[in-house]
């Protein structure tokens, strides 16, 4: 079965420092992934997906991931934290059997501090 | 072109009520799907579906939650006779075809219910 764990469900900076949200996914084939995040009171917006094209995969909002096989990782960086970077993170695979459905990690909580 | 368009945005019921979230997928989408997002978790699946069809409702509770998509008008999703449990963010999302690789799902800014 498809799964993905968020190794920590909460990661504080200081604004300026670099980022890294931990993710590992379960997996009997080689999945796509994707990076949501949800702004307080706001709809999830794709961060990031990959999709076996290139392993180091860039986002918006300077964001990027890279897809460890031999690790079964795919953790999110980001070189320097901005305030507005505040928010939850979700890393999600894609449920089995092509119906569309997206099975989402348990999310990480995103403090950045002045 | 609007996004993805949830109402109420908070919803409180008594318990034993009835509560009814829409979801207005964005323009030439055909594609919904459901998530509930319990307190302190991620999103979990629920339901899956396609103009005026249900194609998958793995994740939907056997008694007391349904959907509908019709051919006019929101996708509805509706519980019937709500517990304290079911207080949570519900989160609609749409796609033009069958969410996968290649096809991104845009989420709405969810229905928060609150059973008191």
């Known amino acids: 079965a498809q799964s993905v764990t968020q190794l920590d469900s909460h990661v504080s900076v200081s604004e300026g420092t670099p980022v890294l949200l931990r993710c590992n996914y379960s997996s009997s084939y080689s999945p796509s992934l994707f990076w949501y995040v949800q702004h307080p009171n706001k709809g999830l917006q794709l961060l990031l997906k990959y999709t076996s094209a290139a392993t180091l995969v860039k986002g918006i909002n300077g964001f990027e991931a890279e897809f460890k096989k031999s690790e079964t990782s795919f953790h999110l960086t980001k070189p320097s934290a901005h305030m507005s970077d505040a928010a939850e993170y979700f890393c999600v695979v894609p449920g089995l059997g092509n119906t569309g459905k997206l099975i989402f990690g348990q999310g990480t909580t995103l403090q950045v501090k002045p | 072109n609007a996004g993805v368009m949830q109402n109420p945005r908070h919803l409180v019921r008594r318990r034993g009520q009835e509560a009814r979230l829409r979801c207005s997928p964005m323009?030439?989408?055909?594609?919904v799907y459901w998530y509930r997002q319990l307190p302190e978790e991620g999103l979990k699946f629920m339901v899956y579906l396609q103009k005026e069809n249900i194609i998958d409702e793995s994740g939907m509770p056997k008694e007391r939650f349904s959907a509908e998509f019709p051919k006019e008008g929101p996708s509805i999703l509706r519980i019937q006779q709500v517990v304290r449990g079911d207080s949570a963010a519900y989160f609609c999302?749409?796609?033009?075809?069958?969410?996968?690789?290649?096809?991104?799902?845009?989420f709405g800014q969810g229905t928060r219910l609150t059973v008191v």
């Open positions: 999302a749409s796609s033009v075809t069958r969410q996968a690789v290649n096809t991104e799902a845009f």
């Open positions: 323009k030439g989408h055909s594609h």
